[in-house]
């Protein structure tokens, strides 16, 4: 048996087949990764590196969620890695490795109740149409020095798309630099996002997210023939990096680091980062008397369950629609 034994091989099959077969992503196949192989580690260390997976019982599994709490863990840290170990081991029944799934028996960490703050709709607002009146001035030295992109707010016309996208269709920030310039269906005003699993879903494009790409793709082809990468104007990456670098697309972390300067720039709090606008976009579209499924389609989740929990209600939310329905309320 190579090195690592059973449980270090068993391991890396599972990670290929969730990269290669079920199309995961590269931040999810990463953070699985991470949860898995120490899993594994831990394993090899507690029976011996003969040990095979038979062997496992989901009392080695709460043990090692003691073991995690502690070298410090969270409840959230000890629950991500949880259920990559579920995960791990509904494969591992499937495969006929094991027959059950012992990872079923043990409890998720209760986690306490939060719900991340959302800005109004004025909030958002007020920070779009300051995009699009005025040109970002402001430079971070910090983001010049670290940011994948050069500078996190050099580039107003891609920089009001980026908040346009993420705001006004609810994508993700991996599916967001993901499009292409094909990605945009102008006809169908919608653009064709490639979510989880390579799940492809059509998404409503907005007549401000719309004006904003016409005012970008003119100086975005403009810098790639300056670069000499004119072939990609066409069929490129939409969102490309200030200094077309490699592919020139640009990544989810330049994302991040324009969205929370810009935030900040505009009076935001510090914590709002791209997904803050993806719980925006579905909190406000209930608000203002959304279907939950349509938004569900729209944001493209599995289970009506996750997008309950991406939108928000307030009391007062729920007392006025009340008033305004219920037949004993009126």
Same mark, same amino acid.
């Given at each position: 048996m190579r090195e690592g034994g059973e449980f270090v091989q068993l391991a890396e099959r599972f990670l290929a087949m969730l990269a290669n077969e079920r199309g995961a992503s590269e931040h999810t196949v990463r953070a699985y990764g991470r949860?898995?192989?120490? *899993?594994?580690?831990?394993?090899?260390?507690? %029976?011996?590196?003969?040990? /095979?997976? &038979? /062997? &496992?019982?989901?009392?080695?599994?709460?043990?090692?969620?003691?073991?995690?709490?502690?070298?410090?863990?969270?409840?959230?840290?000890?629950?991500?890695?949880?259920?990559?170990?579920?995960?791990? *081991?509904?494969?591992?029944?499937?495969?006929?490795?094991?027959? /059950?799934?012992?990872?079923? %028996?043990?409890?998720?960490?209760?986690?306490?109740?939060?719900?991340?703050? &959302?800005?109004?709709?004025?909030?958002?607002?007020?920070?779009?149409?300051?995009?699009?009146?005025?040109?970002?001035?402001?430079?971070?030295?910090?983001?010049?020095?670290?940011?994948?992109?050069?500078?996190?707010?050099?580039?107003?016309?891609?920089?009001?798309?980026? *908040?346009?996208?993420?705001?006004?269709?609810?994508?993700?920030?991996?599916?967001? &630099?993901?499009?292409?310039?094909?990605?945009?269906?102008?006809?169908?005003?919608?653009?064709?996002?490639?979510?989880?699993?390579?799940?492809?879903?059509?998404?409503?494009?907005g007549d401000e997210a719309a004006v904003a790409l016409r005012a970008y793709l003119p100086a975005r082809e403009a810098r790639l023939i300056a670069a000499g990468k004119g072939a990609k104007v066409h069929e490129g990456p939409l969102l490309t990096n200030l200094r077309m670098r490699g592919d020139c697309r640009l990544t989810t972390r330049s994302v991040g680091r324009i969205v929370k300067a810009i935030a900040l720039s505009r009076g935001l709090p510090a914590d709002v980062h791209p997904h803050t606008l993806r719980h925006a976009f579905g909190t406000h579209m209930l608000e203002e008397g959304a279907d939950l499924r349509a938004i569900q389609e729209m944001l493209g989740h599995e289970r009506l369950s996750t997008t309950q929990r991406y939108t928000q209600l307030t009391v007062g939310q729920v007392q006025r629609v009340y008033d305004e329905t219920h037949p004993r309320a009126k």
């Open positions: 949860e898995v192989r120490s *899993f594994a580690a831990y394993l090899s260390d507690s %029976l011996g590196e003969g040990g /095979q997976m &038979v /062997q &496992v019982e989901h009392l080695h599994i709460r043990a090692y969620l003691g073991v995690l709490y502690e070298r410090g863990l969270t409840k959230a840290s000890a629950a991500r890695a949880l259920a990559a170990v579920r995960s791990w *081991f509904k494969w591992l029944a499937k495969e006929g490795v094991v027959e /059950q799934n012992p990872a079923l %028996l043990v409890s998720t960490p209760k986690l306490p109740k939060h719900l991340p703050r &959302v800005p109004s709709a004025e909030e958002v607002n007020r920070v779009l149409n300051s995009l699009e009146e005025t040109p970002l001035a402001a430079k971070s030295k910090k983001a010049k020095k670290d940011s994948d992109d050069g500078d996190a707010v050099a580039w107003p016309e891609r920089d009001r798309v980026i *908040f346009e996208l993420l705001y006004g269709c609810g994508i993700r920030n991996s599916e967001l &630099v993901g499009l292409n310039v094909d990605s945009v269906k102008w006809g169908d005003d919608a653009i064709l996002v490639r979510g989880k699993g390579r799940k492809e879903r059509l998404v409503p494009l």
